[in-house]
């Protein structure tokens, strides 16, 4: 079974300031998914890799294959980005594993 | 419909009752996933349905939990003989593509509480 570790868990920054959340697994996968949440909120997919690199808005995420690492990236963060990130990957088998997730608090 | 939907939103059973809890995902996708999230946890699959098949269920925790897909379109999740551990969100999410290397797309979930 694919583990997942999400770093940091938790993080606390300033409105403007470029926040990065990494992502790393033990084992080769199909894809990358990550995915925002809410507060009492659902589920939205953000970005789904498989190599290379996405950008959408003020996000940009990235994938190591060989290194089995990804990143997400907000710049300019924003209050309205407060929420918990969360990584899950796919290897074909057992679903998708997914991360703890990072909560993110950005202050106005 | 316009995104995946799942009644009730909010469950409440006591221990042992059985419930049942309702996926419609977005209409032609092909593909439906089942996860379960615990309180402050990430979430974890349970099972995944191609059309009416039911790919994968080795995430099920166990012989209380069943899933269908009859038609290929809405799921049903049961529990039976509920047990306070069961109590979490249970999410569902549908994607137009056949594996999950396609977007997921998720519904707002049913939290089960059982007491």
């Known amino acids: 079974k694919n583990e997942v570790e999400q770093s940091p868990q938790n993080l606390t920054a300033q409105e403007g300031e470029f926040i990065t959340i990494n992502c790393s697994y033990s084992v080769g996968i199909s894809a990358l998914h990550w995915l925002q949440q809410h507060p009492g909120g659902g589920i939205v997919s953000l970005f789904m890799?498989?190599?290379g690199k996405k950008k959408h808005g003020r996000l940009i995420a990235t994938i190591n294959i060989q290194e089995k690492h990804s990143s997400l990236h907000i710049t300019a963060s924003h209050p309205r980005d407060s929420a918990v990130y969360i990584c899950?990957?796919?290897?074909?088998?057992?679903?998708?594993?997914f991360g703890k997730g990072t909560h993110l608090i950005i202050q106005p | 419909g316009a995104g995946v939907s799942q009644s009730p939103r909010y469950k409440v059973a006591k221990r042992g009752q059985d419930v049942a809890l309702r996926c419609d995902p977005i209409s032609g996708h092909v593909s439906l996933f089942w996860y379960q999230q615990a309180l402050g946890q990430g979430p974890e699959f349970l099972t995944y349905?191609?059309?009416?098949?039911?790919?994968?269920k080795s995430g099920l925790p166990s012989d209380r939990f069943f899933a269908e897909r009859p038609e290929g379109s809405v799921s049903t999740l049961k529990i039976q003989r509920t047990q306070q551990e069961d109590s979490a969100v249970y999410l569902c999410?549908?994607?137009?593509?056949?594996?999950?290397?396609?977007?997921?797309?998720f519904g707002p979930g049913t939290r089960l509480t059982v007491l």
């Open positions: 349905f191609q059309n009416e098949a039911q790919l994968d």
């Open positions: 890799l498989s190599s």
């Open positions: 899950a990957v796919w290897g074909g088998a057992d679903g998708l594993t």
């Open positions: 999410a549908s994607s137009s593509g056949t594996s999950g290397t396609d977007t997921q797309y």
